[in-house]
Structures are given as C-alpha cells and as structure tokens.
C-alpha cells in the first residue's frame, strides 16, 4: 500500500501528519518492563511502517521519555495511592506534550507505558480539541479492566486501575502537586465515554459504571450481539460529530495473543477484533489521539521471548489497523 485509505479525516488539519509520543513509564502498577514497551515496539518497525508504508509525515522528538528527572527522592502513599508523586509529575508533563501536539492538528499516538499515562494523553486532548474546535471529545477505552477506580474504592492502589476517575471528576484532589493540575478542560463527560472489551471490574467499580450510567460493553456483549453490532452500538452513541481519543489496552485483548502484560485475564478479544475495533474508529474520520499501553516485553516471554515478541506484533497491528492500514 502506498497512500492511506480514503478517509477524510473530520477534526485534524494536518490529516497527513502524526504526533508521536514514547512513554516509558511504570509507575502506575507495581511491575517492572512496561517502560520497555515503546522501545520494544519501535524496534520491532512500527514507526517505519507508520512512514513508509502509511505515508505519514512523523512529528517525533526520538526519545523514548523516561521522565527520571521528574522523579521524587521519597513518595509515600497518599489516599491509598501508590506514587502519588511520580505519577502525577509524569503524567502533567505528558498532559503538555500532547497538547502541543495536538494543539497543530495532528494526529497524536503516544506508546506505553503503563495505563496510568491516560491521564496525560486524554487531558491534553481534551483540552487542545476544545480550543481548537469548542468542542468536548469522547473516549473508547478498550481494555479488561474500567480502570474507573477512585483512590477510595481501590483495592490494589495503582494509579494505572484510576486514570478514568481522575479523567472524568469521579476522583478529584486539591493538592497540586497529587493530580490537583487536572482541570476543567482537560476532563472528560462520563456521556462521552465507552468502554469495549471489559470482563474483570471491581466491585467499587461496577457501582461507579452503573451509578454514573456510562456505556459499556463487555466480553458478554461481544459474545452475543458479536463484535460488528457491538461497534456500531458503541459509534452509535458517540455520534459522528465527536473527535475520538482511542485508549487501548493491550490486555484487551486475549492472553493468547498478547501473553506479555502485566493483568491478563481470560476470555478476552482475538487480535482480529482488536484490529476490527480499531478499523471501525478509523473509518469514522474522528479519531484524534490514540494510546497503547501495557504492552510488558519482559513478562510471559516463553521459548526465545515468543509471547512477548507476539505481544509486540500485536499492539503494532492494533496501531497500524486505527491509522488506517487495512481499508481499501
Ligand atoms: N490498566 C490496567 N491494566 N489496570 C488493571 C487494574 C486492575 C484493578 N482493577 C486495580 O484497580 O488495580
Ligand atoms: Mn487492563
Ligand atoms: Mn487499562
């Protein structure tokens, strides 16, 4: 393929252009190797085929961020919160880099990192795609989990199973430095949110999914309406005059096909409908950021690092398919 399909995208003005980010951070959940994924991905030639073979012009500091100089000598828990600090920092300094992104128009993909990084991508979205357009975006979030935790009602205290609260006003905190810079116009409306692919919510969660009337749909749903219904089910009630911020977890999908990260859980998406879901938003023209996160090369590796080297092609199919590569 030599160009990009045919789709016109609605909300970028710089279609032909993508932002790119590489996030290695793990300071969201508790287990080493999720920081290796960007450069695991970008090896692997993800970034050739998104310039080569999709023609994107790519707008790339070549770093991978590691963001260590952001980090504090000392970061107690706050409100049961594992590395209040850390996180915080690193996900504001995100927050600016995406928003410069996506302040020119372009197109934004960040790579993971853990989930916790959505709090940077998502509120510099958010906020950039309200100046530019005076509108508010919405968010698929495809992924095992709701990561919908508030500081309160979670079990784990990793901030990775918290950024939807925080990106929503479900969770709010004054300190400045612990999240307090998450402002109005970096959230998200729990109207504008859908969730795909979910099969393992805390209870505290579940409460906080049905109280707030916010769509999901989970393995359940996929199974019987099958994932085609599902998707036009989930476009549905974003409606096609709303950018899109895709959040994709990489766990989405079924341990079979991404083994390499650190929450697996059974029953999930083959990578088929990964790709699928990924399609769908493409096709819509509205997409204007996407993440990829907890890919963890180092975890489940097997025989010559196959599961994690399956993991890797994976979430650079996943990419490649929300970019646009497998339409006509
Ligand atoms: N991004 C993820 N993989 N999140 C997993 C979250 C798991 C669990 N719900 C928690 O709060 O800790
Ligand atoms: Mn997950
Ligand atoms: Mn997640």
Redesign the pocket.
């Known amino acids: 393929m030599t160009t990009t399909s045919m789709i016109q995208p609605k909300f970028l003005s710089k279609p032909d252009e993508l932002g790119v980010v590489a996030v290695g951070f793990s300071g969201?959940?508790c287990k080493p190797g999720v920081d290796a994924a960007p450069s695991a991905l970008i090896s692997s030639g993800l970034l050739t085929q998104l310039h080569e073979e999709l023609g994107y012009n790519l707008n790339h500091d070549n770093t991978v961020h590691s963001y260590k100089e952001l980090m504090p000598q000392i970061d107690p828990d706050y409100r049961g919160m594992k590395n209040p600090l850390a996180v915080s920092a690193v996900t504001q300094k995100l927050s600016e880099q995406v928003y410069n992104q996506a302040k020119e128009g372009r197109c934004v993909l960040t790579l993971g990192g853990?989930?916790?990084i959505a709090i940077g991508t998502i509120s510099g979205t958010a906020k950039a795609i309200r100046e530019r357009l005076g509108r508010e975006m919405a968010v698929i979030w495809v992924?095992?989990?709701?990561?919908i935790?508030t500081p309160e009602s979670?079990?784990?205290?990793?901030i990775?199973?918290?950024?939807v609260a925080f990106l929503t006003g479900l969770a709010t905190e004054k300190r400045e430095d612990i999240f307090g810079w998450i402002k109005d116009d970096n959230k998200i409306s729990v109207k504008k949110l859908v969730y795909i692919g979910l099969r393992?919510?805390?209870r505290g969660?579940k409460k906080i999914l049905r109280d707030n009337g916010i769509k999901a749909f989970s393995m359940h749903d996929i199974d019987r309406h099958g994932i085609g219904k599902v998707m036009d089910m989930a476009l549905g009630h974003i409606g096609n005059d709303t950018p899109i911020h895709l959040s994709f977890?990489v766990?989405a999908l079924d341990p079979m096909w991404a083994p390499s990260?650190?929450?697996p859980v059974r029953g999930g998406l083959t990578l088929r409908e990964g790709d699928f879901i990924a399609e769908c938003v493409h096709e819509t023209g509205s997409l204007v950021a996407m993440d990829l996160?907890?890919v963890n090369p180092t975890l489940e590796p097997g025989v010559n690092d196959i599961g994690a080297q399956q993991t890797v092609r994976a979430g650079c199919s996943l990419v490649r398919c929300a970019l646009g590569e497998t339409l006509l």
């Open positions: 969201g959940q853990d989930h916790s992924d095992a989990h709701a990561d935790n979670s079990e784990s205290g990793n990775h199973g918290m950024p393992d919510i805390d969660e977890d766990d990260t650190g929450t996160v907890e």
